[in-house]
């Protein structure tokens, strides 16, 4: 009975530490293979993400009213925020995205660099961290709009771009309603959450 005890609590330990060594393996694997990437996720998972994958680059998109939410985020060097409401035309208490937002989106995705990780978030990850992503993407690669919006589709499929936010990107980009049309085109989204979406720019910016 001693003999048979011991056997199986040595067992038990081996499958232990082949249960941790696969975890450790696979978790280091993951942070290697996600960077550098942009991450599209959303607010009270974006400090973890940006963590995992050693993300000192941030654009935070929130609701003005919410800005005590991001405590401690810099709005200048390698973090942006940028607050407005989730709105496509104006409404009481409510702020539009406006022109100098947008335009400091596209001056920040042209000289953050697309060799560091990036994170994107906005509250729920739907709606305006997509468009300001959408917007990242178009200005590095221009004239690829449909692409662009279709690899965000696959990879979030939760996605809904602000169609307020798009249109002033695709204005001040220069898209010629390419970028509009792209995200006009996306399917119906599916509700709620699907999970962080990781998007390989570099693999992005090399294909034909």
Known sequence: MTKMLVKTRLMACKRVSMFTSYFTDTYTSRRHMIVPMIALTRAWDADRVA???GAAHRVILSDPR???L???IRQEGDHL???FHDVVEPAPDR???NEEQVLTLIDFARTWGIERPL???CYGGRSRSPAALSIILASLNPGREHEIIEMITTKAPHAAPNRHVISLGDR???CRGALIAAVEAMPIPVRGFTGTAFFDVKRLAKAV
């Open 172 to 174: 001040l980009l220069g």
């Open 51 to 53: 963590e995992e994958i």
């Open 81 to 83: 925020h940028l607050a």
């Open 95 to 97: 702020v539009l995205a």
């Open 66 to 68: 919410c800005d005590a």
């Open 119 to 121: 994170v994107v978030n």
């Open 70 to 72: 991001f405590a401690g």
